[in-house]
Structures are given as structure tokens and as C-alpha cells.
């Protein structure tokens, strides 16, 4: 089974802070991404990375940036957290570019900015 | 910009009574579908997708979904639903990133409740 997981369930920052969102798979997976999940809005991609070290903007990048050293794990990062950041954060990762493949989510991380 | 509509935004159904989610995407041209759901406190997963050939497509748990390229749709459905099939439902298309890869276009999601 695909496993995709995320390093913390629910996170409480204050605004201004930096904040580091983690997400690692483990079938050696060439494609992740970052979303983040709001009611009423459906899911909405900040980022993804089809490559170690490569990265692209999704739909909402402003406000975030990302980091792929490594093929397994790929991170999300608030440089300055802001209380509209406060949300549910989901990571997911996809084998190769064959557009039929699934998409493998993570649990989500629900983050809050105070 | 790829769009997918789904119409509903909550469905309140009771338990043995039919289900049908719609779903509407803007591309024109070679699409893969496919929708997901989220039970409560789970992670999303897939509940099926369309990528070629016959339009009727089967997945977990008793669902379908139809793809008609002549109106643009992807409808999801379920002939009897249950009380654990209470979750929020997401269709979702391809896109092609420009960047080598594919990436997913949501839905707002529909939400259904389903009443014992």
C-alpha cells in the first residue's frame, strides 16, 4: 500500500512565525504536491514537484514556498505565517506523468494561525 | 484554465434512497476523470476514474460514474446508499502542468448526509 504521510496532525502558530509542513511517501513516487483544503472551496493546489529539487506553482503559491532535497519528502513552507493561512493542508503524491495514474493523499495537516 | 463544477454543495439523502452527484468540467480536448472521497476524519481516497474506452466506469463500494463527452459531465451514483457512505465527494479532472506532469483540478465538493 501506498503510504503518504504528514508530520503533524494539527499545529497552532502565531502570525509572523515560520512554519514547516513536512510530507514523505515511500513508493518512490516522482510527483508531489501541496494542497490546501477550505469549505465550500474544494482543494487548491499551492505547489508541486515532479522531481527532486524541481518545482512548480499551483493555482496559490503567494505566501508559500517549498522544498524537495530528497525524492520521498517534500515540504511546505510558511516563511511568515498570516492568520489566512489557518487551514487544512494536505500533501499527496503521484507515480510518473501518466496522466491516468492515482493521486495518493496524506492525512492532512489542520493548521492554525493565531 | 481547466474549471469542474459540482452543483451541489450538501445532499441529505436517506439510507436506501438513490444517489446522483454531478459533475462538470470545462476542457475540450482528452480528459481523465475521476472522483474522490473523504469520510469523516479520513483521508481522501479514490473511488474511481475514467481514462479510456467504456464511458460507465465502476468503483469501490458500489459506485459509478458516467462520462458524456457531449455535455461535458462525470456524474457519480449509487443505486442505494448507506449511512457510511456520509463523506464529502470530490470530482476532479487532468491537466496537462506544461511542466512534463499532470496535475489534478478539484471541485468544491459535494457533501452527503445520509439519514438512517
Known amino acids: 500500500d501506498v503510504k503518504v504521510t504528514q508530520s503533524s496532525r494539527y499545529l497552532v502558530k502565531r502570525t509572523g512565525e515560520k512554519v514547516f509542513l513536512e510530507c514523505v511517501q515511500d513508493?518512490?513516487?516522482?510527483?508531489m504536491f501541496w494542497y490546501r483544503q477550505d469549505p465550500g472551496l474544494g482543494l487548491r493546489l499551492i505547489y508541486f514537484?515532479?522531481?527532486?529539487?524541481?518545482?512548480e506553482k499551483g493555482d496559490i503559491p503567494e505566501g508559500y514556498s517549498v522544498s524537495r532535497e530528497k525524492k520521498e519528502r517534500f515540504s511546505l513552507i510558511l516563511e511568515s505565517a498570516s492568520t489566512n493561512q489557518t487551514s487544512m493542508y494536505l500533501c499527496?503524491?503521484?507515480?510518473?506523468?501518466?496522466?491516468?495514474?492515482?493521486?495518493?493523499f496524506g492525512p492532512g495537516t489542520r493548521l492554525t494561525v493565531l | 484554465a481547466q474549471s469542474v463544477s459540482q452543483h451541489n454543495h450538501h445532499v441529505i439523502l436517506s439510507e436506501a434512497a438513490s444517489l446522483e452527484l454531478g459533475c462538470n468540467y470545462s476542457?475540450?480536448?482528452?480528459?481523465?476523470l475521476f472522483w474522490y472521497v473523504q469520510y469523516p476524519g479520513q483521508h481522501l481516497q479514490l473511488l474511481l476514474k475514467?481514462?479510456?474506452?467504456?464511458?460507465l466506469v465502476k468503483g469501490i463500494k458500489g459506485f459509478e460514474a458516467e462520462f458524456i463527452k457531449s455535455k461535458f459531465s462525470f456524474n457519480l451514483r449509487k443505486p442505494s446508499v448507506q449511512w457510511s457512505d456520509t463523506a464529502e465527494y470530490f470530482c476532479?479532472?487532468?491537466?496537462?502542468?506544461?511542466?512534463?506532469?499532470?496535475?489534478?483540478?478539484f471541485g468544491k465538493g459535494t457533501k452527503l448526509s445520509v439519514i438512517p
Open positions: 476532479a479532472v487532468n491537466t496537462y502542468s506544461g511542466a512534463g506532469s499532470y496535475q489534478l483540478t
Open positions: 475514467y481514462f479510456s474506452g467504456d464511458p
Open positions: 514537484s515532479y522531481d527532486v529539487k524541481m518545482k
Open positions: 476542457y475540450g480536448g482528452t480528459v481523465n
Open positions: 499527496a503524491s503521484r507515480a510518473s506523468g501518466s496522466r491516468a495514474d492515482t493521486q495518493y
Open positions: 513508493m518512490d513516487h516522482e510527483n
